[in-house]
């Protein structure tokens, strides 16, 4: 297998000197200095790239290829529709059919209590949608002071200057001047980084719900429009909550008239095991944020799910306040929903979600087994099919490696050279595992020998 990096042919040209990557060193990429590869065709968890080298993608792309490459039954889906209309606007209550029809297959599938869809183009846009839905709701209810959004330090909720703003990662903010006034941030709920070794997660979990608590209190209930989770936290780590988490922050939000906004991007369609995070946890949401999982990333498109009782103030106050003036131009394209009826019927075709409760515990177990005890594993954690294991220099003492990614990025390159991706994550030395979930033991196995491997070379 070559592993050259980047081709030194027109192609690879074009893209240095046309292209500004996401997330990417600018100045590296422009030199030819970044290890990107052009990505020509994928088949069930495998990509390929230009020069013909085939890897197992341990990480979905970006947690979101939920039913694997090259699916035919998704492109010949899309082909057929934009066959027949590529697109109307969904604009004044106009329509197309295969978004009406999505839009009952979410609502099938979401909590009882959700009424309607708002669908969008990206995770990001539909967190903007769902805060400014939860102002416009409580402006309905005449509350318009009760504006403020609680997230939470290291959670991912877009790139946008409000989803920005949510999102708890200090690069994200940094030199844009975010987060916005009126976006606060409560603690992460990762029991491994708690700052008093003695708490048990029962007082660990007491102490970040009485925090909570108190920084509602500080900031004034009236002035707080919604709470806004991850069920996992996914980009800040993949950190499942601690013992009793969730079911305490729903108590105090209850309590405070405090809407719950679950971001189900990632954790949304099987990624735990369950349909959505918040089924999996208990939570009841007022707002769901879904994206990713929707289409498999076969084509761009989110929604914001709102519940029954948003709903009802919505609709009460349009005859006073008129048409929703929200809108984006490809809301409810029919070719991204076409592409999410297709996703939806094979998740349920290839009981994607039974897989991820059966083969998740087999990767979270294997990794135990293969790297648990190595004296820099801090920690080997997940739930369904998203997994991570968590490496320090002194897990004893806390001392991280320094600089913090150093350390997970060799890992990775290294695993990389093995012919598997896993993504080394921010906030730490992290390598996180979030495959199709359409992945078969034997390929977790790959995977895990890859780590170990791995991490017998470099640490
Ligand atoms: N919310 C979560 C939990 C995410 O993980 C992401 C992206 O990774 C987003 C929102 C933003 O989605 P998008 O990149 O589609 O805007």
Redesign the pocket.
């Known amino acids: 297998m070559s592993l050259a990096g980047p081709i030194n042919d027109e192609l690879a040209a074009w893209d240095r000197d046309c292209l500004l990557h996401p997330t990417t060193h600018t100045a590296n990429h422009a030199r030819g200095d970044v290890p990107g590869r052009i990505v020509t065709g994928g088949k069930g968890v495998h990509i390929e790239d230009r020069d013909g080298n085939r890897f197992l993608d341990a990480f979905a792309a970006?947690?979101c290829v939920n039913v694997g490459y090259g699916r035919t039954e998704i492109a010949d889906a899309m082909n057929d529709q934009a066959q027949k209309l590529a697109y109307f606007h969904a604009f004044a209550g106009h329509g197309n059919e295969p978004a009406i029809t999505l839009a009952r297959l979410i609502m099938d599938r979401a909590p009882e209590h959700m009424a309607r869809v708002y669908f969008g183009l990206?995770?990001?846009?539909a967190?903007e949608t769902n805060v400014k839905l939860a102002w416009h709701y409580n402006i309905l209810r005449g509350k318009p002071e009760k504006r403020k959004i609680i997230s939470r330090w290291r959670a991912?909720?877009?790139?946008g200057i409000v989803?920005g703003s949510m999102t708890g990662l200090k690069a994200y903010h940094a030199r844009f001047h975010l987060p916005l006034e009126g976006f606060l941030h409560a603690a992460t709920p990762h029991y491994l980084r708690r700052d008093d070794a003695t708490l048990s997660e029962a007082a660990f979990t007491d102490r970040l719900i009485a925090d909570l608590e108190a920084m509602m209190l500080s900031e004034g209930p009236e002035t707080i429009a919604a709470f806004i989770g991850?069920p996992v936290m996914?980009?800040g780590g993949i950190l499942p909550p601690p013992e009793g988490y969730w079911g305490r922050v729903q108590e105090l939000l209850d309590r405070y008239d405090i809407l719950l906004i679950s971001?189900e991007?990632?954790c949304g369609f099987g990624r735990t095991g369950s349909m959505f995070g918040a089924t999996h946890y208990g939570l009841k949401p007022d707002f769901m944020?879904i994206?990713?999982g929707l289409t498999s990333a076969y084509a761009p498109l989110?929604g914001s799910v709102i519940s029954q009782r948003v709903f009802d103030v919505l609709m009460q106050g349009s005859d006073d306040f008129g048409a929703l003036a929200h809108g984006w131009t490809y809301s409810a394209h029919p070719v991204s929903c076409a592409a999410g009826i297709a996703t939806l019927n094979l998740v349920d075709e290839l009981g994607l979600l039974g897989n991820a409760s059966s083969t998740g515990p087999y990767l979270l177990q294997r990794l135990r087994d293969a790297v648990g005890s190595h004296p820099n594993v801090a920690e080997v954690r997940g739930v369904g099919l998203m997994a991570a294991v968590e490496f320090m220099e002194d897990p004893g003492t806390f001392k991280w490696f320094e600089p913090p990614m150093s350390m997970s990025g060799k890992i990775s390159a290294a695993m990389l050279r093995r012919g598997v991706i896993a993504r080394p994550m921010p906030e730490g030395d992290i390598i996180g595992f979030a495959p199709p979930l359409c992945i078969t033991p034997q390929e977790v196995d790959q995977v895990v020998e890859a780590l170990q491997g791995a991490v017998q070379e470099v640490l």
Do not use: F, I, M, R
């Open positions: 970006l947690y990206s995770g990001s846009d967190n991912y909720h877009g790139s989803s991850e996914g980009t971001d991007v990632v944020t994206a990713k989110s």
